[in-house]
């Protein structure tokens, strides 16, 4: 599992942007977004590299946290 922190999630809509987004990166399996925190866990069937995940999140038009 994977654990990182997007900024600027406000809504339902936010999540579900940046879940379909980071959906598309190969080998995710799931991902579980926690609004209040703004923390994401994604599950996968092999590792994922940051900067493929940076790159979903700013599709999704949010930007990762540090």
Do not use: K, Q, W
Request: some cysteine; glycine content about 8%.
């Amino acid at each position: 599992m994977t654990t990182f922190r997007v900024l600027g999630m406000t809504c339902n809509h936010c999540v579900g942007f940046v879940t379909e987004e980071l959906e598309t990166l190969p080998g995710v399996e799931s991902v579980t977004v926690e609004l209040p925190t703004g923390t994401v866990s994604l599950v996968s069937d092999r590792p994922v590299d940051r900067a493929a995940i940076r790159t979903a999140v700013e599709a999704a038009g949010y930007e990762l946290a540090e």
